[in-house]
């Protein structure tokens, strides 16, 4: 090869080198068989600029194969292209056929084996090229090209006889190929591909599972992306990263886009959530994408369930319309009257009764005759069932949540309400309950005039309040305590109706006693939960009075409601305010604590952690509540003990949806106890100095020019 060194100089030295913004790396990929095998090509070659698949060899026609238009008329002449791609094919098999021949395998059709390279030369930003090439035989890699020696290097012991024959007939002119050649073609292909190599093509993705006897495995398919770079990983419950033990590779696909699969083995825990988390360069922020589990299985069972039923109630009604007297105006006996005008005052919602059913209530409300209420809501579940499926239920982009907070007083307490009810849809604070004015205070504007007027207000917002009440009286009469002045018991409820995205609805509902949670609603079950054993009783009181009116209330009316404050809160809750963050620390006997305060912010999710030299996570050992302030806005204070080292930093980091990137806020030591030092030195030197002028200023004389000189020496300065 030695002979013809010069020539192939002279050649590769005919272009010039282009410096374009950015790194820019040109790769060949070349694979070779030592015999023929159906289906495969003998000899393939492969071209990329950066992760663009560009171009091909294809044997049988002895040229290349363009795929990116732009390339169709700027290159070489057929005979140019042939000329030189049947020398890369000559120059490879010279080198398999040495690579058999060491390592005594033969070349025949019965012993097929694998040649393959992989050369890429890159242009820097700066200006400076870096190049390698690397050599596997069968599947195993054996040497590398060292760019900055210029000398192929034996990765396995087997490879050292080869490696000296390559630097002695291909070292040098390998150089030349990736520093001349290679550099000279991807800055001519760059000017052609600029248009494809800027495309960004965002990812697609799909969540799956599988079982096995080893256990159940998730699997993150995420494909059509383009650049090649990606990062994709599993996330448990939102924060914990779940590592893959099995290295995913990044495929390319046939349009030139790129694949890749993430898999992990969980353990299913009860009440585990589990996301795919995807960085690509194409898209603004993460992609998250959560995996629910098939829940196929029930929908065979309720699909026909739901279907009976519906069949069943139009015959009903078609029975009862038949049965029914001519001229008659509704279909109820005098106490389904009754229960129906308790259900209208306890329920009261224009919105949620068509025009029909108010006509028919007020026309004959004067003859209805009064009823008592024993306070088992069981018996009227079949009318406020048949209220409440009159509504119809608005599906929203995204999931929304409706909230109500409810705290209440055995007893009244200076500054405190005895009686308390907070609304939420998501974390924006709508509304509350005001018990002196018995009717709800709507701190957004914009709901309004979606107000039901003050009457309707104070009634389904008084029997809410009446409901609670006995809820909190059986509690106290169950645990045999005392409703008196001295003895305060806080009684508190969060109940909740989530719209998700796909039109299914879930709620809950959690009951506290004296900051301690009693039960639970389990919404699927239908049932009041004892989360204590002391809470069984209760539990099971409210299972026979409240546990199917609750569901229709989450089911129906809540989500109604929902529904109805969406349109009008669209602009606040679609607001970002970025947070506010202060850094301090406070020392203690048992050492120093740094303190980070965010504050300001919204919506409610946010993300707070203290890093250790910019690297190292302090975790917290006490749990960080987020709170809300008076302006719908939210707070959280998160605090780590830390050991003071010299020259170590702590930094502040906090994410939020109001934030393009992570801001962090790094905590500075005070150096009051320096100042305490300086200040006061200072300040003397600034007495003294004031002194001495004072001084000075006395002891001087005034020349007959106006000018002052010292009194104790005189010096005559002559020429």
């Known amino acids: 090869?030695?002979?013809?060194?010069?020539?192939v100089f002279l050649i590769f030295s005919l272009g010039t080198s282009v410096v374009y913004s950015g790194s820019h790396t040109l790769k060949l990929y070349i694979t070779k068989l030592t015999a023929p095998y159906p289906g495969?090509?003998?000899?393939?070659?492969?071209?990329?600029?950066?992760?663009?698949?560009?171009?091909?060899?294809?044997?049988?026609?002895?040229?290349?194969?363009?795929?990116?238009?732009?390339l169709g008329a700027k290159w070489e002449p057929m005979t140019m292209q042939k000329?030189?791609?049947?020398?890369?094919?000559?120059?490879?098999?010279?080198?398999?056929?040495?690579?058999?021949?060491?390592?005594?395998?033969?070349?025949?059709?019965?012993?097929?084996?694998?040649?393959?390279?992989?050369?890429?030369?890159?242009?820097?930003?700066?200006?400076?090229?870096?190049?390698?090439?690397?050599?596997?035989?069968?599947?195993?890699?054996?040497?590398?090209?060292?760019?900055?020696?210029?000398?192929?290097?034996?990765?396995?012991?087997?490879?050292?006889?080869?490696?000296?024959?390559?630097?002695?007939?291909?070292?040098?002119?390998?150089?030349?190929?990736?520093?001349?050649?290679?550099?000279?073609?991807?800055?001519k292909y760059l000017n052609a591909l600029a248009s494809d190599l800027e495309k960004l093509v965002p990812p697609k993705v799909k969540v799956s599972s599988s079982e096995s006897e080893s256990g159940t495995k998730l699997h993150c398919r995420v494909y059509g992306f383009y650049p090649r770079d990606v990062e994709v990983k599993w996330i448990k419950n939102g924060r914990?990263?779940?590592?893959?033990?099995?290295?995913?590779?990044?495929?390319?696909?046939?349009?030139?886009?790129?694949?890749?699969?993430?898999?992990?083995?969980?353990?299913?825990?009860?009440?585990?959530t589990y996301s795919c988390h995807i960085d690509h360069s194409s898209l603004e922020k993460t992609l998250v994408v959560p995996f629910e589990y098939n829940n196929r299985s029930i929908l065979y069972i309720i699909i026909p369930i739901c279907a009976a039923?519906?069949?069943?109630?139009?015959?009903?009604?078609?029975?009862?319309?038949?049965?029914?007297?001519?001229?008659?105006?509704?279909?109820?006996?005098?106490?389904?009257?009754?229960l129906r005008r308790l259900l209208l005052s306890h329920w009261r919602d224009h919105v949620t009764l068509p025009n029909q059913w108010k006509r028919l209530t007020h026309k004959n409300e004067t003859n209805i005759p009064l009823c008592e209420y024993n306070g088992n809501m069981a018996g009227i579940l079949p009318l406020v069932c048949l209220i409440f499926s009159l509504g119809t239920s608005v599906v929203y982009s995204g999931s929304h949540t409706l909230r109500f907070h409810v705290t209440k007083l055995t007893a009244p307490y200076p500054g405190f309400p005895d009686y308390m009810l907070l609304a939420y849809v998501d974390d924006l604070r709508f509304a509350r309950y005001n018990n002196e004015l018995n009717r709800c205070e709507f701190w957004i504007p914009a709901l309004g005039a979606l107000n039901e007027r003050i009457t309707k207000q104070k009634n389904y917002t008084h029997n809410f309040k009446i409901s609670h009440h006995q809820k909190t009286k059986l509690l106290t009469d169950l645990y045999n305590k005392t409703s008196g002045k001295d003895a305060i018991h806080v009684y508190q409820t969060k109940s909740a109706c989530v719209m998700h995205e796909d039109g299914t609805i879930s709620a809950y509902q959690e009951v506290a006693f004296n900051g301690k949670e009693l039960i639970a609603y389990d919404y699927q079950m239908g049932?009041?939960?004892?989360?204590?054993?002391?809470?069984?009783?209760?539990?099971?009181?409210?299972?026979?009075?409240?546990?199917?009116?609750?569901?229709?209330?989450?089911?129906?009316?809540?989500?109604?409601?929902?529904?109805?404050?969406?349109?009008?809160?669209?602009?606040?809750?679609?607001?970002?305010v970025p947070p506010k963050v202060k850094v301090s620390i406070s020392e203690s006997d048992s050492g120093a604590e740094l303190h980070c305060r965010v504050y300001?912010?919204?919506?409610?999710?946010?993300?707070?952690?203290?890093?250790?030299?910019?690297?190292?996570?302090?975790?917290?050992?006490?749990?960080?509540?987020?709170?809300?302030?008076?302006?719908?806005?939210?707070?959280?204070?998160?605090?780590?003990?830390?050991?003071?080292?010299?020259?170590?930093?702590?930094?502040?980091?906090?994410?939020?949806s109001s934030l393009e990137k992570t801001l962090v806020v790094p905590f500075e030591y005070?150096?009051?106890?320096?100042?305490?030092?300086?200040?006061?030195?200072?300040?003397?030197?600034?007495?003294?100095?004031?002194?001495?002028?004072?001084?000075?200023?006395?002891?001087?004389?005034?020349?007959?020019?106006?000018?002052?000189?010292?009194?104790?020496?005189?010096?005559?300065?002559?020429?």
């Open 600 to 656: 300001g912010f919204y919506p409610r999710d946010v993300e707070v952690k203290w890093i250790k030299n910019g690297r190292d996570e302090i975790h917290s050992e006490e749990a960080a509540q987020i709170l809300p302030n008076p302006d719908g806005t939210y707070q959280i204070r998160v605090s780590v003990g830390v050991t003071p080292e010299g020259g170590a930093t702590y930094s502040c980091h906090v994410e939020h």
């Open 40 to 70: 495969l090509p003998d000899y393939l070659h492969m071209a990329y600029v950066d992760d663009l698949r560009y171009a091909r060899y294809n044997k049988e026609i002895n040229r290349c194969e363009y795929w990116i238009p732009a």
């Open 1 to 7: 090869m030695a002979g013809i060194l010069p020539l």
């Open 527 to 576: 049932t009041f939960i004892p989360t204590t054993p002391e809470a069984q009783v209760a539990a099971q009181v409210w299972n026979e009075d409240y546990a199917k009116i609750e569901k229709v209330f989450l089911e129906n009316f809540c989500t109604h409601r929902l529904s109805w404050y969406l349109p009008a809160l669209a602009s606040h809750l679609e607001k970002l």
């Open 83 to 187: 000329n030189y791609m049947h020398n890369f094919e000559i120059s490879h098999h010279q080198k398999t056929k040495l690579l058999t021949d060491l390592y005594n395998k033969t070349s025949g059709k019965d012993a097929i084996h694998v040649y393959q390279t992989k050369s890429a030369c890159e242009m820097h930003e700066d200006g400076t090229i870096t190049a390698y090439q690397e050599v596997a035989f069968d599947g195993k890699e054996l040497i590398a090209y060292d760019y900055q020696t210029g000398t192929f290097i034996p990765t396995t012991p087997e490879a050292q006889i080869v490696a000296q024959i390559w630097n002695k007939n291909y070292a040098k002119i390998e150089k030349i190929f990736l520093e001349k050649f290679c550099t000279n073609r991807l800055s």
């Open 240 to 272: 914990d990263e779940i590592h893959s033990e099995e290295a995913a590779q990044i495929l390319p696909n046939p349009d030139g886009t790129y694949q890749i699969r993430v898999s992990v083995g969980v353990t299913p825990e009860g009440g585990a």
């Open 670 to 719: 005070n150096n009051r106890s320096i100042l305490y030092i300086i200040i006061p030195i200072c300040g003397a030197l600034l007495l003294l100095m004031i002194g001495l002028g004072l001084f000075l200023f006395k002891k001087g004389k005034k020349d007959p020019n106006g000018s002052y000189q010292s009194g104790s020496t005189e010096t005559d300065i002559e020429n």
């Open 309 to 338: 039923l519906l069949l069943l109630m139009i015959g009903l009604g078609l029975f009862l319309f038949k049965k029914g007297k001519k001229g008659s105006l509704f279909l109820f006996s005098a106490q389904q009257l009754c």
